[in-house]
């Protein structure tokens, strides 16, 4: 089912019927996760809709949304004496305000890419004599098994382990969308890993306050179409609910475990997006009794705001208020080669999957 093209024809042939009902409405749906904007780009899926359906790409690229302002504090704090700053592979070239963590390594700092924050108690007993920190960056999909490593860490009384923590709550940031009078957002096609972690009934917010339906998708093309056919069949009803496409990994309920780890650790704390202002209780902070990893607080650093580079428009593209294509520097001054901005580095980032595209001689549009 989920490769049967003659399943994914029979989704088309419904979403036409509906989208042909609605005209001449345009109806906006908004993708959130960098995986589904990957997996639309790559499959076609825009070219298969109805010209008054239209799909355009949210915030959810995790390192993508980090500020620039934090990305320079963990350069700074890569550039100081015995320290050791690990990452995962994405955050290595994201352009700061003043360089990226892979220029930093090139002068001399000790960066270092992990796969799994698991990996960070071998490192940190392996350099006892070094601070370890860990850059965390992520949605509520990796936030467990971060909160879960220190919670390790606690135990064994590991002690030069530190964290960046920029791990970032997706329903706030749906919410400000939900209300932004430049995107008239109809649905939200909301990302299926983060909501088998927290839970559909999480998005209920948008719904209800909001009214802007959400439908949480997996990530085959047939998943996508099926999650379309949802928002518009609420659409067509003036309804705005949560619904699951991909219940064979989602409940409304959640991970309860992954919850409460993540609570144990971490608190909901106010955060700044790249490319919004700050966003109420979007971030998470260390709790009381985890603070000693804050590795912000234990260097005594402020974070300042930090500027993206100068014509980069990956704070518009973040919003769903421009594409890649009406940035002036996508595919000339800025690559994957050459990053201006972080959409064009990150294998979620929406610049990203346009630009391979456009690489391989495929128009989206
Ligand atoms: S093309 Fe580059 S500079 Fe422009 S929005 Fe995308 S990542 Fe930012």
């Not at 106010?270 to 607080?297: C, H, N, Q």
């Amino acid at each position: 089912m989920l490769n049967d093209p003659r399943a994914a024809v029979r989704l088309v042939r419904e979403i036409e019927g509906i989208a042909l009902r609605l005209a001449p409405r345009r109806v906006t749906l908004m993708e959130v996760c960098g995986t589904h904007t990957a997996v639309i780009v790559k499959s076609g899926l825009r070219r298969l809709l109805p010209k008054n359906i239209q799909l355009v790409s949210g915030p959810g690229c995790p390192v993508c949304v980090t500020p620039p302002g934090l990305i320079d504090a963990a350069i700074t704090l890569a550039g100081r004496p015995r320290v050791i700053l690990v990452t995962f592979g994405d955050m290595l070239r994201v352009p700061g305000g003043g360089g990226s963590l892979e220029a930093a390594r090139a002068g001399g700092a000790d960066v270092r890419v992990i796969y799994s924050p698991t990996e960070l108690f071998a490192l940190a007993r392996e350099n006892r004599s070094s601070r370890i920190v860990f850059f965390s960056a992520g949605f509520e999909t990796t936030a467990p098994s971060v909160a879960w490593t220190l919670m390790q860490a606690e135990r064994s009384g590991i002690e030069n382990l530190f964290v960046i923590a920029a791990n970032k709550l997706l329903p706030p940031a749906l919410e400000v969308l939900a209300q932004a009078p430049d995107l008239r957002i109809d649905g939200f096609i909301c990302p299926g890993h983060v909501s088998a972690i927290i839970g559909a009934s999480a998005f209920e917010a948008v719904a209800r306050t909001h009214h802007v339906p959400a439908v949480v998708s997996g990530f085959e093309p047939v998943d996508i179409l099926l999650a379309v056919l949802m928002l518009l069949r609420q659409v067509q009803a003036a309804k705005a609910l949560v619904e699951i496409a991909y219940m064979r990994a989602v409940t409304f309920g959640g991970n309860r475990r992954a919850q409460v780890i993540i609570r144990t650790v971490f608190k909901r704390v106010d955060s700044e997006w790249r490319g919004f202002s700050l966003i109420p209780d979007s971030g998470l902070g260390f709790t009381k009794g985890y603070a000693r990893f804050d590795a912000v607080m234990e260097a005594g650093m402020a974070v300042e705001s930090g500027r993206p580079a100068p014509g980069c428009m990956c704070g518009e593209i973040l919003r769903g208020v421009k594409s890649p294509e009406e940035c002036g520097l996508f595919g000339t001054t800025c690559t994957p080669e050459t990053p201006i901005g972080p959409c064009i580095v990150s294998s979620e980032g929406t610049c990203a999957a346009h630009y391979n595209q456009k690489t391989a001689g495929i128009d989206d549009f």
